[in-house]
C-alpha cells in the first residue's frame, strides 16, 4: 500500500474524488463540488495519487483511514452523507454509485 500522511480536508478530497468516479463519468459538477471544499494546490495533489492508483488501492487507503478520520459512528454517517451529497452533484444517483454506498457503510 501506498504510505499516505494526509489531513482530514486531503482525505475527504481523495474520497470524493474515488466515489466520483465509480460510475466512469467525472462529470464538471463533480469536479466543481470537490474544488469548492479544497484549495487548488490540494485537489491537484491529491488527484494525482488517486490517479496513480488502482482500484484496490484507492478503496484500501480509505479503509486505512477508518481509524484515523472516521472511528465513531457519528463521524461515519457524516462521512456517508458527504458521500451521498457528492453522489448527487451531477444531478444523478446512478445504481453503481447506489452500490458503492451501501459497499462503503458496510466496510467502514
Excluded at 54 to 78: N, R
Amino acid at each position: 500500500m501506498i504510505e499516505l500522511n494526509w489531513n482530514y480536508e486531503e482525505f475527504v478530497c481523495f474520497l470524493l474524488l474515488y466515489v466520483s468516479h465509480v460510475d466512469i463519468d467525472y462529470s464538471e459538477e463533480e469536479k466543481a463540488a470537490i474544488q469548492s471544499r479544497v484549495d487548488q494546490k490540494t485537489y491537484d495533489e491529491i488527484y494525482a495519487s488517486f490517479i496513480g492508483m488502482s482500484d484496490f488501492q484507492a478503496l484500501q487507503t480509505i479503509i486505512s483511514y477508518k481509524g484515523v478520520y472516521f472511528p465513531t459512528i457519528d463521524q461515519k454517517m457524516e462521512l456517508i452523507a458527504t458521500i451521498k451529497k457528492q453522489f448527487f452533484a451531477d444531478g444523478e444517483y446512478a445504481s453503481v454509485e447506489k452500490e458503492v454506498l451501501f459497499f462503503l457503510d458496510k466496510m467502514l
